[in-house]
Each structure stands twice: as structure tokens, then as C-alpha cells.
């Protein structure tokens, strides 16, 4: 399963990602700190290949001499071109499967499969309309939110590319885009104070101020990057510098699980966060006095904040497949309650390209996505999906270049590792609603809103993204779109 996606902006992940090198005392460390999963002993490995090689006809064992093989010289080839380059170089085709292209988007998701989570980034091509799994890593636990943000500390002329991962381990993994290959995160923000015990089990000794539970929530600050906002099962929110990789505050407002959190997009002090306590705090961090509560009837799952030509509306959906829209400047009723799920309503999405447009996703077995028009806030479902298949979602997000294209993170009753792929202007009545020379989003306060031009060219309809095999070296596979399409 899919526990949750995001989107990386074209532009930003580098051409052609490095290769992490290790020492051979990191490589150690790694292996020793990876004894945990229980692989073939040489002994029973060696039993299982004689029963087999026991099984073959005596005489085919005679002919290959078989019985010598293990004995022959393994270097014995080697000695036939002592001119031979055994150094594995990258041609022209194995440059083109690596490079990622200026108009690429990354599509950054999580995945479960038994005991083995990872984190895998797939390069999205919206001229081409196709994707595939550039690389992945090893998680240390099971997955349960993601972050993005281009923060990077030491080179201001170019943007970073990390992601913050939040999983059932009190640490905050946070990991590079930009590098392959790496057994470990670039960094984690608390965590066990010796890292080579990130992936073994039992408890360890934890570093000063970090969470003490799962990680439920993050939120990277897009005002302030090097500041990332965190909520735990441990009931605390929590707010780290990237910079020293030391938390700058604590709070205890909730008494119980905090499931969300979020930063305001304009306001660089300012965070939201809600929880199993039914309670939503809005507040700055430069003072821990909560400057407004809100206060509901179930447990809350998400929160976010509008991002169009509105200021201080934020969404606020629930366990029982409630959706609520407040203006903080008068917060005292909703500017609308919507019943949009039977179930909890786990995943919002709004897209920053078509205001008005709401995507909401919840664990039903069917209309589990749906679609709606917010515009003057009088919500309309535009879309409800039917399809069995789509089984429970767990995340959803919009293409922040091209408008309209979901990333949805599920469920789906066939198995499927990659991140389904959705376009709504592919409904006409998505085209009907917002297929127009501008849009309106009026203010609650006024009449007259700003005018927002949204005009563009759908593109086509997007499935299912195939995976590329993640061996190194490759072979060959010939040009980009022809072996890189969506099904």
C-alpha cells in the first residue's frame, strides 16, 4: 500500500543525481545495523543448491563437469584480456534513464510491502504524459506522512531538494533527492542518539527534546525554510532548525494524539494543529498562548490551509467525513459544513492552480475520491469515483505546475507500488466548472473578489505509472518515451 504522495515542482531536482560513495567502516556499520532481517544462512543456502543440483540427470552433471565447478578458477577469464576495463561506465542510454529534465515533475511516495517500507521518487513528464521509479530508499519503519521543501543550507544560489519522512519511530528522517543509493537519511531530527540504531529493534536511548512516539504529521515552513513543524502520538507539536538540527519549541495543547499540522503560507509564525482530542489549535509560535480553538464533535484528520486569492480560510476535515471552511477573521461558525464522506475523510487537496477545485479521499470501499467546486462557498461534488479498484486513500496531492493532475495514494484492491495518477479536467464537469478566461473566489467579507486567469490546455488523461527495474547496472532500453509510458 501507499501510505502518502506529494509532487516536486519542475526545475528543482538535479539532472543528474549523485551516487553516494561509503567507507568501508560506514558500510559496516550499516550491514551491522541491518542484522535484524532474517536472510538464508550460508549453510541452508548451500543445502537448498545441492538438493537441486542432486536433482539434475547424472549424465547433463557429467558432460558440464559440475561436480568441479566450485573448484574452477573464478579469475581464470580474467587472464584470457588482461586488457579488460571491468569499471562499469554510463553510455548515452544509461545518462538518458538517470538525467531528470528541467520540465520534470518528481512524484515523492511512500510504500509498504510486508515488512519493508521505502520511500520511492518518480520522474513525471507532463509534455510526454509518462513517469517512472528513478530511485528509492530504505525506510526505518512503517511510513505515515511527508514534506518537502527546497531548503538548503550552505549553497543559497541553488535549492535544496529534501524531503521529511514521519514514521512509527520517534525520529524524523529527512532525506536528499538529490543523491542515490544511500543506506541512510542525509539527517533526523531527534531519533536514538546513535543512528547506527535506527533500523534495529527494541528501544534506545533517544536524543534531548525529541518526539517520544510515532510521528502522525509534518509541515515544512514555505516562509521560513530551514524550519520544519511536527506532531506526534506523544501529544506534543514540536518546531526544528534545519540549520543546528535542534528542536526550538515544544507544546503540549493536546490531550491526545496530535494527527496534523500546518504552517500558514504567509505568515512565517503561524501554525495549525489538530487531534485526537477533537480540538484544532491556530497559533504563533513566538507565543505559546493559543490564539484561536476550535472545537468538534470527532477526532480531527487534516488541515489545510487555502491557498488562493484568500486570506486566513483554512479546511478542516473530520473522522466522521466532515469537512469544515472557517475564515480566522470571524471564526465563530463555519462558512460551510460539508458531509462529504460515510468514512473519515483522511486526505484533503486543493489545487494552487484552479481555485475553487477540492479533492477529498477517504478509506470507503467506493467513493473513496471525490471532486467538488468550493467556489463561493457553496461546495458542489463534481466528481465521485465508483471504481472498487481505488480502495482506500490515504493521501492525495496536486501537481503544483500543470493544474488539475492528483497524485493519490491508496489502497487498491490489485497490487500496485506506484502512485496513481488522475487528471479531473479529463471530466466535463470539471471543464464546465473551471474551464474559463478567469475565476472568482469571493472573500467572505466582500462581494467582489480578485480575479485569478487559471486559462490553460488540459493535457490527456494519466493512469497508472509502470516501475523501472532498479538494478544497477541497466541494460540498454532504448529511448525515453517509447519504454517510459503510462499504461
Known amino acids: 500500500m501507499l501510505s502518502s504522495v506529494i509532487w516536486v515542482a519542475k526545475g528543482i531536482a538535479a539532472s543528474l543525481p549523485q551516487t553516494i560513495d561509503l567507507t568501508e567502516q560506514e558500510k559496516s556499520q550499516f550491514l551491522a545495523s541491518a542484522q535484524q532481517y532474517q536472510l538464508p544462512t550460508e549453510e541452508k543456502t548451500n543445502q537448498d543448491q545441492n538438493t537441486k543440483i542432486d536433482a539434475v540427470n547424472p549424465d547433463i552433471i557429467k558432460e558440464y563437469n559440475l561436480d568441479d565447478y566450485d573448484n574452477e578458477n573464478e579469475d581464470a577469464f580474467l587472464q584470457e584480456d588482461s586488457n579488460m576495463d571491468l569499471k562499469y561506465e554510463m553510455d548515452s542510454d544509461d545518462i538518458e534513464e538517470e538525467m531528470i529534465r528541467p520540465t520534470d515533475n518528481l512524484i515523492v511516495s511512500t510504500l509498504v510491502q510486508e515488512d519493508i517500507s521505502t520511500l520511492q521518487v518518480l520522474v513525471y513528464d507532463p509534455e510526454r504524459e509518462h513517469a517512472y521509479i528513478h530511485h528509492d530508499y530504505v525506510l526505518s519503519s512503517y511510513p505515515l506522512c511527508l514534506s518537502w521543501h527546497g531548503y538548503h543550507s550552505k549553497k543559497e544560489d541553488k535549492k535544496g531538494n529534501l524531503v521529511a519522512v514521519g514514521t512509527f519511530e520517534p525520529g524524523i528522517e529527512i532525506w536528499d533527492l538529490d543523491v542515490l543509493d544511500a543506506p541512510l537519511p542525509t539527517f533526523v531530527l531527534g531519533g536514538p542518539k546513535d543512528l547506527n540504531n535506527m533500523y534495529s529493534q527494541g528501544s534506545h536511548e533517544l536524543t534531548p527534546d525529541s518526539h517520544k512516539d510515532a510521528v502522525l504529521g509534518l509541515s515544512w515552513n514555505s516562509v521560513q525554510s530551514n524550519v520544519v513543524g511536527s506532531c506526534s502520538a506523544d501529544k506534543s507539536i514540536k518546531v526544528w532548525d534545519l540549520e543546528t538540527l535542534k528542536c526550538l519549541a515544544t507544546f503540549n495543547k ?80 463555519p462558512l460551510f459544513r460539508l458531509a462529504a464522506h460515510s468514512d473519515a475523510c483522511q486526505a484533503l487537496a486543493l489545487d494552487p492552480l484552479t481555485p475553487g477545485l477540492l479533492a477529498s479521499g477517504s478509506p470507503e470501499k467506493s ?116 519504454n517510459r509510458k503510462f499504461r
Not at 257 to 272: G, L, M, R
Not at 283 to 308: G, K, M, T, Y
Not at 426 to 455: H, M, P, Y
Open 367 to 482: 467513493d473513496s475520491l471525490k471532486l467538488w467546486n468550493i467556489t463561493d462557498y457553496k461546495p458542489s461534488c463534481i466528481y465521485s469515483n465508483s471504481e472498487s479498484d481505488m480502495g482506500p486513500i490515504f493521501g492525495l496531492n496536486f501537481n503544483p505546475d500543470v493544474r488539475g493532475i492528483l497524485s493519490i495514494a491508496n489502497q487498491p484492491e490489485r497490487k500496485n507500488v506506484i502512485p496513481r495518477v488522475f487528471n479531473a479536467f479529463t471530466l466535463s464537469a470539471t471543464r464546465q466548472a473551471f474551464n474559463k478566461n478567469s475565476f472568482v473566489v469571493q472573500e467572505s467579507t466582500s462581494d467582489q473578489g480578485a480575479t485569478v486567469d487559471i486559462f490553460k490546455d488540459s493535457v490527456d488523461v494519466v493512469e497508472d505509472v509502470p516501475a523501472r527495474p532498479s538494478n544497477r547496472p541497466k541494460k540498454k532500453s532504448g529511448a525515453r518515451k517509447k
Open 254 to 333: 493536546h490531550k491526545d494524539k496530535v494527527q496534523t499540522v500546518s504552517w500558514y503560507h504567509e505568515e512565517s509564525s503561524i501554525i495549525a494543529s489538530g487531534g485526537f482530542d477533537n480540538h484544532v489549535y491556530i497559533f504563533d509560535v513566538r507565543n505559546h498562548a493559543a490564539a484561536i480553538h476550535l472545537e468538534f464533535e470527532h477526532c480531527i484528520e487534516s488541515i489545510r490551509w487555502i491557498p488562493w486569492n484568500v486570506k486566513n480560510h483554512v479546511l478542516v476535515s473530520c473522522e466522521n467525513g466532515m469537512i469544515y471552511c472557517y475564515d480566522l477573521a470571524n471564526y465563530k461558525q
